[in-house]
Nanobody
Framework: QVQLVESGGGLVQAGGSLRLSCAASGRTFSDYTLGWFRQASGKERELVAAISVGSVNKYYANSVKGRFNISRDNARNTVYLQMNSLKPEDTAVYYC?????????????????WGQGTQVTVSS
């Protein structure tokens, strides 16, 4: 089992940057595929970015390609989401999730472990 705690959210102007962090407990962090999801008000939760075991594969939603970068540090049990060129439509609660599977699943129902979420607000 793994517990996840996000940090790094906040209010930023359009065009700005934020880096989200997700710290995990547990000794087998490296065995998990990790994803960053977001949920805007009134919308479904969507996968923004994910990184597989061993960082072999990465996934990005089309809406964030070229602007966001996901990375992981297994020694620190932490996954990061660097968000650049932020837009007002990036405003949402961002969640870190973990799935003990080698590959990337895009459905939130496939991730059994979740953080509490961190709010990102981008002003125009």
């Amino acid at each position: 089992q793994v517990q996840l705690v996000e940090s790094g959210g906040g209010l930023v102007q359009a065009g700005g940057s934020l880096r989200l962090s997700c710290a995990a407990s547990g000794r087998t962090f490296s065995d998990y595929t990790l994803g960053w999801f977001r949920q805007a008000s009134g919308k479904e939760r969507e996968l923004v970015a994910a990184i597989s075991v061993g960082s072999v594969n990465k996934y990005y939603a089309n809406s964030v390609k070229g602007r966001f970068n996901i990375s992981r540090d297994n020694a620190r049990n932490t996954v990061y989401l660097q968000m650049n060129s932020l837009k007002p439509e990036d405003t949402a609660v961002y969640y870190c999730a973990a799935d003990r599977a080698p590959g990337i699943n895009i459905l939130p129902t496939r991730y059994p472990y979740w953080g509490q979420g961190t709010q990102v607000t981008v002003s125009s």
